[in-house]
């Protein structure tokens, strides 16, 4: 393993999620696949959530079986044991993503639970993800502060990580659903993270405007954060938030910032570049 490499997940479920318009499924189809060229470590390719709910991934079935899976690992996010017990039907998925709010009034907008209903359902799906040969990823959402007054603050984050530790969840990302982060905060939260459980494979899933995302692209990485999360175009943000959606970090900035730093990139930059024009045509 190279100590220096940076692992990359783009997040095209996340960019299509909050679309009003339904993107055809062929579409999509295409467009995973020439993601999949580029030799990303991971894609967050679609989710196995109420077609009610999230309207734009209620083909997410229809996508996978005509993905052609690679060396790239697949995660699909899912909301509930249910959720759980349908991407396990799927050998192709790799990773299960599950969102848990340290923010008691985002965890019932994202799912209709309570955070203690969710850890009540979460030690389920960890076992369910064992039993099935999938491994868990953990989303601390609202991970760097919430916009409705809940209580925040490391400790906070400190207490649910020891409590996912103990469940055997050791892949934990926080997740800054609404952009509220900035560079300083960004650098504190993993400095207390990392220094309280170093065992942990930490990631960083954060949203920010364009103008703002190389700074904290460039935090994630001097936090000694070996995980990162973005979406090309910067497009996405969740629709459960009440906020106005601010998008993901985008992924050509992170290849950019890696690529500044002289840090190994083992990507297809050619494939990625017909992915970007592609993605203009269905985000723009």
């Known amino acids: ?39 990303f470590d991971v894609l967050d390719f679609g989710s196995f959530v109420s077609p009610k709910m999230v309207p734009q991934m209620a083909d997410t079935v229809d996508v996978l079986t005509e993905i052609n899976k690679n ?34 009034t985002f ?12 850890w009540e359902e979460l030690f389920q799906i960890q076992q369910l993800a064992q039993e099935n040969n999938k491994k868990l990823k953990l ?24 409590k996912l530790l ?9 997740s800054d659903t609404i952009g509220k982060a900035d560079a300083k905060l960004v650098k504190t ?16 899933h954060l949203h920010a405007k364009y103008e703002n995302s190389s700074i904290l692209i460039e935090a994630v990485i001097d936090s000694n954060v070996k995980h990162i999360e ?11 938030a009440d906020n106005d959606l601010v998008g993901n970090i985008p992924t050509e900035i992170i290849i950019d910032t890696l690529s500044k730093k002289e840090l190994p990139l083992e990507l297809d930059l050619e494939a990625f570049s017909l992915a970007v024009k592609m993605s203009k045509n269905i985000f723009n």
């Open 1 to 39: 393993m190279n100590a220096d490499k940076i692992y990359i997940t783009d997040c095209p479920r996340d960019a299509m999620q909050g679309i009003s318009h339904f993107i055809p499924t062929e579409t999509k189809i295409k467009y995973l696949n020439q993601l999949l060229k580029v030799g």
């Open 71 to 104: 060396n790239t690992s697949l995660l699909a996010i899912i909301a509930n044991l249910r959720g759980a017990q349908d991407a396990c039907k799927f050998e192709k998925i790799d990773f299960l993503g599950f969102p848990l709010s340290v923010s008691e």
């Open 166 to 174: 103990s469940f055997g969840i050791n892949d934990i990302i926080p």
């Open 189 to 204: 939260i993993y400095r207390d993270c990392i220094t309280a459980f170093p065992e942990v494979n930490w990631g960083a």
């Open 139 to 162: 989303y601390l959402s609202m991970g760097f502060g919430n916009p409705y007054g809940d209580e925040y603050n490391s400790d906070l984050l400190l207490k649910f990580t020891e």
């Open 230 to 240: 973005g979406a090309l175009g910067g497009w996405g943000g969740c629709p459960f």
């Open 107 to 118: 965890q019932q907008r994202n799912t209709n639970k309570s955070i203690s209903q969710a």
